[in-house]
């Protein structure tokens, strides 16, 4: 393995920890097989004991998917790990990955548990889920901040026990590079079963430094696997982020000399399909997946890219899912058509109704837009209103009135359990009237956290608006998506789906810790 990196993604699981992030078990579901298309080596798909939502959809992804290993995380006990082996029972390839805090900090303020009680738990720990599966990944939540003499301990231990792999977390994103490298490197070096796992690095991004991070545990600590997130997704200010990694170890293997074995013209698809269900928009320069990641504004950078592309391109805009790719509707699009530009961007639906709600939506849009774009069709998809069945509000109608010196007014017709409902309000501008009226009506009393519009597809004036809602109430935050060429049905839309989310009997169970 000394010449291969192993893509460890745990975007469903600490990507979904983002407030505002989670995500229901379809749209899991559609994540995890577009991570299958990527390729990615492993797919941590939740916290199977954290609650029974979270149980069935590790269930799921485990019994669909097959070209990749599924992973669910459990605390250091046997209710944990016992939960997540039961739940990766359908897996072609699952693993078990266990973790207990063996920081200072954590084992005495968190824990309250001496360091030998921790040892022990976490000797009896991988010793059970050994029992259970043949893949175990242990990991030690704020393993940098942990006094070395102790991790090397806990780490010999565990790996005594049958643990393959070793993961050392910077779960407070408190490193340096060099530091963090030497740091792995020290691990393996003083650790005399060192050669009997694979090291893996898992880096946040307080500091900004969380690919550098993991880059330098891989070239100057030896690791061979990397956990990182689509789009850095992940709690506080996210994590290492899948695609910078990805395209650093392509671009420059001269230096790391390693394979990956993802299939980079999936890497954009992925981006965006994670950030139209999370609601979380890619910044215009993130690397790789920003939309100008490949933009020369510079008279300069014109001129030269015009000339010869690698004057100041080091990658191809193609080779990581950049493309134009478009269907041209009008009303005589096929259903066909519809169904097979679905499946290359690793959308699925487990009924044919659902098909066929999706495709009448779709021709809808089709009639008020000329052109469809892959984005257009992310959204649509990701649309609650997709599949009616399942939700408890749904829009049925909206009529505004907006005029130069008079207070806007809105109506809105929606459905609450199948029933609809009318209701009316005055606001500062069109859509603040429309929530109001859904808000009258409904009186969930949420507190909204966030609004905000983002452009589905450039340069023109058809393209539809995307709306996140983020709501709070009752200590959950949701997020909500709404898509439309209408802003203001957008905003409605978006309104009734984090309500939907906000009522689902889904609830998740805080963990004691997580890596």
């Known amino acids: 393995m000394t010449d291969r990196l192993i893509i460890f993604d745990t975007t469903l699981r600490d990507g979904e920890q983002s407030p505002g992030a989670s995500m229901t078990r379809d749209e899991k579901l559609r994540i995890a097989r577009q991570l299958e298309r990527l390729r990615v080596d492993v797919i941590e798909a939740g916290f199977a004991a954290s609650s029974n939502g979270d149980f069935e959809c590790v269930k799921s992804i485990a019994d669909a998917i097959k070209d990749s290993t599924v992973c669910s995380l459990a605390r250091a006990n046997d209710r944990d790990i016992a939960r997540a082996a039961e739940a990766l029972k359908g897996a072609n390839s699952g693993r078990i990955h266990t973790f207990i805090a063996t920081s200072p900090l954590h084992m005495e303020k968190k824990l309250r548990m001496t360091p030998e009680q921790v040892l022990e738990q976490a000797r009896l720990a991988v010793r059970f889920a050994r029992n259970q599966c043949a893949d175990i990944e242990f990991s030690p939540e704020d393993g940098y901040r942990s006094e070395m003499d102790f991790l090397c301990r806990v780490l010999e231990a565990v790996i005594a026990e049958g643990a393959t792999t070793i993961n050392v977390p910077d779960t407070v994103g408190y490193a340096i590079p060099e530091l963090y490298g030497d740091f792995i490197k020290t691990l393996r070096e003083r650790i005399p079963n060192s050669d009997k796992a694979i090291w893996s690095v898992h880096c946040h991004n307080d500091l900004g430094m969380a690919v550098a991070n993991s880059l330098a545990g891989v070239k100057i600590g030896g690791a061979r696997q990397v956990e990182c997130t689509i789009n850095g997704l992940g ?225 023109s004036t058809e393209s539809q608006g995307e709306v996140t809602v983020r709501l709070q109430h009752g200590g959950r935050v949701v997020n909500g998506v709404g898509a439309d060429p209408d802003i203001v049905v957008a905003s409605a839309k978006a309104y009734l789906s984090a309500l939907n989310k906000l009522h689902s009997k889904a609830d998740k169970v805080a963990a004691q810790g997580w890596v």
């Not at 910044?283 to 004057?311: C, E, M, W, Y």
């Not at 495709?359 to 008020?368: C, G, S």
């Open 235 to 459: 709690e506080r200010a996210g994590n290492c982020s899948l695609e910078e990694v990805v395209m650093a170890v392509k671009t420059r293997k001269d230096y790391f000399g390693l394979e990956v074995g993802i299939d980079t013209q999936h890497i954009v698809p992925a981006s965006r399909m994670v950030s139209q269900t999370t609601g979380f928009v890619v910044q215009p320069n993130k690397a790789v997946v920003g939309a100008n990641a490949f933009a020369h504004a510079s008279g300069i950078h014109q001129d030269g890219v015009l000339k010869a592309r690698d004057t100041y391109e080091i990658m191809r805009a193609e080779d990581v899912g950049w493309t134009a790719n478009k269907i041209v509707l009008g009303k005589l699009s096929g259903r066909n058509a519809f169904k097979q530009r679905l499946q290359e961007l690793g959308v699925s639906f487990e009924s044919e109704s659902e098909i066929n709600v999706a495709f009448a939506k779709f021709k809808e849009l089709a009639d008020r837009k000329s052109e469809i774009f892959d984005e257009d069709i992310l959204a649509l998809v990701s649309d609650e209103s997709v599949t009616p069945e399942k939700e408890q509000y749904g829009l049925v109608s909206l009529a505004q009135h907006s005029e130069t010196g008079e207070r806007p007014s809105a109506t809105v017709v929606f459905t609450i359990d199948g029933k609809e409902f009318e209701a009316q309000a005055e606001g500062n501008g069109p859509v603040d009237a429309s929530l109001k009226a859904i808000e009258s009506h409904v009186g969930s009393g949420a507190e909204l956290l966030l609004y905000s519009v983002n452009a589905i597809t450039s340069g």
